[in-house]
């Protein structure tokens, strides 16, 4: 077991973990959102515009942390800096 | 190798696939209340965001990190500055 093979596991198991935390909270919470906006909406139909907008703000705060996951996992797959590290200095 | 426009051009690509991203979600958040089936509607427009937009970053980032980086330094910049405009909007209003 060199250091290769231990940064290329961890950065693989940790690049999964990172996925399927990052795809189900963002998915969870997301639901909640929209049910619970489409329930105010159907409550009070006049406050739709403002509704709208809230929801707004708040998906797009849930679905920004669904894409630093990506990037997370993006860069420890793709542009793994401490893999690129170890390979240029050598075993 | 590294040129000087090369950052600002990844910043202002990140400006543009932020724009892509919330617009297209403002957009399909506007829809929801008409939509015959508005799960169906969320998953599809978030699925077919984050295809795109996760892609367009794979493609720039090119091997690096510090290039993902930028993009995402522009992305997270367009997410502030519509968030703001739509908090002031809903200030102006009420």
Redo the contacts between chains.
Sequence with gaps: MNAETLIAMVSIFTAGLTMGLGAIGPALGEGRAVAQALLAIAQQPDEANTITRTLFVGLAMVESTAIYCFVISMILLFANPYWDHFLSTGP | MTESWLWPALFAAGLGLGAF??GG??WT??R??AAHH??LT?LVS?AVR?AV??GV??GL?A???RR?AAV?AG??AM?FF??WR??R??AI?S
């Design positions: 991203f919330y979600l403002w958040v506007k929801l209340p508005p799960v969320m978030f984050t937009t996760i970053m794979a980032m091997g690096d990190w993902l995402l992305f997270v997410r519509l968030v739509q908090r909007h809903d209003q």
